[in-house]
């Protein structure tokens, strides 16, 4: 960790002293090597490990429920939770209004639906809501006949 | 170059949790270069919008299904027109990142490093009642990124792909994709102003589109000509239903 070795007893004039460490953007832990830190992620299908599928148009909404002492304080997580307080939101328009990249999103809201702190609505109407186990329906391609009959039904009224 | 990622945006190199500082989230410049979590965008950044001047969807009963349907097309073609015209938010952009991986055909010298890069697309919302609601993805135009398509297309209703009758060949590769897919899906001619007329018959012959595919002549700019389109769309697909019993 370069960026910490500011204790030394002779810094050297290629090191930099705290302040300057302190004067780097975002921090002194920015300034490290971040390659260490990062969990390498898979979610086979856009499904999380309990079986939630989330597309982009996958609807969320936050639970009131305490954050995991081990991801308190992580910052996007918390900002997501903010987000979908109280209404629901798209996986896409979290993505959008936060501008984090929606794969990241994805991996993210599925950590938080495995916590319990989001709630997962059932995109298409495969009949058992929200924690919607199944997801044949998605995961084959196409929709329901009665789900397109009642997006028929809406677009005629607009 | 190939692109390794099939996922919507995920590379194996991009970081997502873990970062060490609280708080100081959406702050002025939203989620950029400043955070340090995401290698900087090299596409154009998309207009950042404030987080509360988007509603959300209301809890109402307690829940709520959500189906999507696509709009494809070449680049320039009016897919974001399309979408902002029937749209109930202003059309949102989201980024999705990629990570490109050396073939190992031209690049062999080159480089192992994978890079990133960032693909936009638009979309749109329609609550149609209060518990179900539509979103309108564009897809990003350029063939490059079409691997993007199979997960976007995934669960959605189908495909309005919009085409621009001095541009025909322009929407070819997105026709090719639909029909080779599987997926329900209509063509929208946009009609331009000061673009030649044609009627949907003469676009059909044009562009060899199937007897059974429906052709239309529309107005992206035009609220009620956008909603026939989708409408010509969710009808074609349960004749789909109902051809394949």
């Given at each position: ?140 391609g196409g ?16 | ?68 349907i696509v709009v494809a097309g070449g680049f320039g073609v009016g897919k974001?027109t399309f ?54 993805f564009g897809t990003p135009g350029q063939q490059r990124f079409w691997f993007m398509w199979d997960?976007l297309v995934?669960?959605a209703i189908g495909a309005v792909v919009l085409a621009d009758t001095r541009r025909l060949e322009d929407s070819f590769p997105a026709l090719d994709y639909f029909e080779g897919g599987g997926l329900p899906f209509v063509v929208a001619v946009n009609q331009f102003?000061g673009a030649p007329r044609y009627s949907a018959e003469a676009v059909r012959d044009a562009m060899a589109i199937p007897e059974h595919v429906p052709v239309l002549i529309c107005d992206a700019?035009?609220?009620?000509s956008v909603?026939e389109a989708l409408l010509a769309l969710v009808t074609h697909a349960l004749a789909m239903d109902d051809a394949r019993?």
């Amino acid at each position: 960790m370069k960026g910490m070795g500011v204790r030394g007893s002779d810094p050297g004039p290629a090191k930099r002293s705290i302040d300057d460490v302190r004067r780097e953007p975002g921090g002194p832990r920015r300034t490290a090597n971040r390659s260490a830190r990062v969990r390498p992620y898979a979610i086979t299908g856009g499904r999380t490990r309990f079986g939630h599928v989330l597309l982009v148009e996958t609807l969320v909404s936050a639970l009131n429920r305490p954050a995991d002492p081990g991801s308190r304080g992580v910052p996007e997580l918390e900002a997501i939770c903010r987000l979908c307080r109280g209404h629901m939101r798209s996986i896409a328009e979290i993505s959008a209004l936060l501008r984090i990249p929606l794969g990241v999103v994805r991996v993210l809201v599925s950590d938080l639906a495995d916590q319990g702190r989001i709630r997962v609505h059932g995109a298409h109407s495969s009949g058992t809501g929200a924690t919607d186990a199944t997801g044949a329906s998605v995961t084959t391609g196409g929709t329901d006949r009665a789900l397109l009959e009642r997006v028929l039904g809406g677009l005629r009224k607009l | 170059m190939d692109f390794a990622s099939s996922d919507l945006g995920y590379g194996s190199g991009a970081p997502a949790a873990g970062h060490g500082s609280a708080g100081g989230y959406g702050t002025a410049g939203g989620y950029g270069p400043a955070g340090g979590g995401f290698p900087p965008p090299q596409a154009p950044q998309s207009p950042q919008v404030q987080p509360e001047s988007v509603p959300g969807i209301p809890l109402g009963n307690g829940s709520a299904v959500s189906t999507k349907i696509v709009v494809a097309g070449g680049f320039g073609v009016g897919k974001t027109t399309f979408v902002k015209a029937v749209s109930e938010i202003t059309p949102l952009t989201t980024e999705a990142l990629m990570t490109q991986a050396s073939s190992g055909v031209d690049d062999l010298s080159d480089t192992p490093d994978k890079r990133t890069t960032t693909v936009a697309m638009d979309f749109g919302r329609i609550s149609l009642e209060s518990d179900l609601v539509l979103y309108l993805f564009g897809t990003p135009g350029q063939q490059r990124f079409w691997f993007m398509w199979d997960d976007l297309v995934r669960g959605a209703i189908g495909a309005v792909v919009l085409a621009d009758t001095r541009r025909l060949e322009d929407s070819f590769p997105a026709l090719d994709y639909f029909e080779g897919g599987g997926l329900p899906f209509v063509v929208a001619v946009n009609q331009f102003d000061g673009a030649p007329r044609y009627s949907a018959e003469a676009v059909r012959d044009a562009m060899a589109i199937p007897e059974h595919v429906p052709v239309l002549i529309c107005d992206a700019r035009n609220r009620s000509s956008v909603v026939e389109a989708l409408l010509a769309l969710v009808t074609h697909a349960l004749a789909m239903d109902d051809a394949r019993g």
